[in-house]
């Protein structure tokens, strides 16, 4: 007799493949986690045995566990110990933090701050000087909400001796200056961030470890079992690691590291040979690779250029080398993930997977991120090709205005702005569409991403219109966008996002339907449970 883990009883448990309840109540969970059997609640209660956890869920909601498909644990852990910034409206509430921060300091310590949003500086361009004054003689840096870009203080570019433009492998890249040559403190992609990065102090390997673990564990508190994970840098692999073999890894990691602009024949074998490494709950898969930078700092790859004259062209200095490598990524079965924000870069994306699909038949299956600006003929290219469309609806919702006064909106202009993060026109053209938060640049909590692709309202304030309400997507399809649709992506629909026998136990339970509850209302659901691998992770006070 096969030993029972784990017996959920008194249960409603909704397939999201159906999105219908399924006739059965209860499940069980075998040694090793998987769900083993579904059933009524007397014979499904007869399996367990003496070291069996039995949970009576009385009438609560279990869907599989959801799965962010694009985040950045380590990263995230690091970057939200500093300032939050996120809640300011304009720079006087920036300046005001600042001060704040600036007065508990210690002399000759930094000040990190992130989540700045450029709309703060309204028609100002964007620089550290309507900071200078508090930031006096402060080493400081702030990264801006999309993470692509930040602030250094004149201090902060003194100790790292920045005091003119530079020249960088990523072509976005760039030490913005004033037209005597002078730094303005914006600093444009992480070639440009890293001269400053390199001389400020970093965390301790327990630190970042401790703030990774609680991390993780609040992500798990919100429901989550996965995430797809976008980088691999510094020490995030040995993280991982650490936290699996100690048994205080409370998520199932799908690792992907980064291929950047200069990576030779060397750093592609070894990229391809990382892949498969890994731990228990956590594995290398995949590689993430940029074709553009943000809308937002003018370093997207547009098909034109954006009402200041840039977004003029890609990450890459040369976009054949980057065509090149994921040609040669898809012939050794190695998926990749493509940074693509603007219509240019997503375009060439596409185009680079349709030459590496021609070359060398594979069931590969590669991903664009972001895809922020797209025109129709862009649209059925996904589906064609087998190109999954991974999403962040958080980012329209909080970063952009239905009235286009935003700095994305008003950079893009009307027509460009009016596609934007166009979820309902992909899905309908036939593309698998995977949700996420990409935190730390957007909350975590999937429940929050669910209802922003269905709202699309600013979290802060659900009263104001939302930003293309002809793009949300339904109940039904946001919590596809997090349990089948990551499935699909990772090449594991056979065994995950779905309730069913032979399938991992990673499980989400919920007060109510995520179905039937109001998007506007669907943030505040309570998790009641979360169980990955058949074991707990979350329980809530009360269960």
């Not at 590496?356 to 059925?380: C, F, K, M, N, Q």
């Not at 026998?501 to 506007?520: C, E, K, M, Q, Y």
Request: charged content about 25%.
């Amino acid at each position: 007799m096969r030993t029972t883990r784990l017996v959920l009883h008194s249960a409603r448990l909704l397939d999201p493949g159906t999105g219908a309840f399924l006739p059965q109540t209860a499940l069980a969970v075998a040694a090793d986690g998987r769900i083993s059997a579904l059933g009524d609640d007397r014979e499904i209660r007869d399996l367990a045995g003496p070291a069996t956890t039995v949970v009576d869920l009385k009438g609560a909601v279990v869907t599989p566990g959801l799965v962010d498909g694009h985040v950045h644990p380590v990263t995230g852990a690091e970057l939200t110990g500093g300032l939050d910034l996120s809640g300011c409206a304009d720079l006087d509430d920036v300046r005001e933090a600042l001060a704040r921060e600036a007065r508990l300091l210690g002399r000759g310590a930094w000040l990190f701050g992130w989540g700045l949003d450029p709309n703060v500086f309204g028609d100002r361009p964007v620089g550290i000087a309507p900071f200078d004054s508090v930031l006096d003689g402060v080493p400081a840096f702030l990264l801006l909400f999309d993470a692509h870009s930040a602030l250094a203080s004149r201090r902060a570019l003194e100790l790292a001796g920045v005091d003119g433009p530079r020249t960088f492998d990523q072509a976005s890249a760039e030490v913005v200056c004033d037209a005597e040559g002078r730094p303005t403190g914006l600093l444009q992609e992480d070639a440009a961030c890293e001269l400053v990065e390199r001389v400020a102090p970093r965390p301790t390997h327990e630190e970042r470890r401790s703030r990774l673990a609680a991390a993780l564990w609040s992500m798990a508190a919100a429901g989550l079992t996965g995430g797809h994970v976008m980088d691999a840098n510094g020490e995030s692999l040995a993280l991982y690691e650490e936290l699996d073999a100690a048994g205080e890894l409370p998520l199932r990691l799908r690792v992907a590291p980064w291929c950047q602009p200069g990576t030779d024949a060397d750093g592609v074998r070894a990229l391809i040979e990382q892949q498969g490494s890994g731990g228990a709950l956590w594995r290398v898969a995949g590689v993430k690779l940029f074709m553009d930078g943000t809308v937002d700092n003018g370093t997207a790859w547009l098909e034109r250029p954006d009402r200041q004259g840039e977004s003029t062209h890609a990450f890459w200095p040369d976009p054949a080398a980057y065509t090149d490598i994921v040609g040669e990524l898809h012939r050794a079965g190695v998926a990749t993930a493509t940074h693509a924000i603007g219509d240019a870069a997503v375009r060439h994306v596409l185009d680079s997977v349709e030459k590496a699909r021609a070359g060398a038949a594979s069931g590969v299956r590669h991903r664009v991120e972001h895809i922020e600006t797209v025109p129709d003929d862009t649209l059925r290219r996904f589906a064609e090709l087998g190109v999954v469309a991974s999403m962040q609806p958080t980012h329209c919702c909080d970063f952009t205005r239905a009235d286009h006064t935003d700095n994305w909106s008003r950079r893009l202009g009307e027509v460009r702005a009016s596609r934007a993060w166009r979820c309902r026109d992909l899905w309908d053209s036939g593309a698998t569409v995977v949700l996420g938060s990409d935190w730390p640049i957007a909350p975590f909590p999937p429940l929050g991403v669910m209802a922003g692709a269905r709202h699309r309202r600013p979290s802060r304030d659900l009263d104001q219109a939302p930003h293309g309400p002809e793009q949300a997507l339904t109940a039904l399809e946001a919590l596809r966008g997090m349990t089948t649709g990551p499935a699909f992506a990772a090449g594991e629909e056979h065994e995950a996002g779905r309730l069913a026998l032979g399938h991992r136990a990673d499980l989400a339970v919920f007060a109510d339907s995520p179905l039937t509850t109001a998007a506007t209302e669907l943030p505040d659901l309570p998790v009641l449970l979360t169980v990955l691998d058949g074991r707990i992770t979350h329980r809530a006070a009360g269960l």
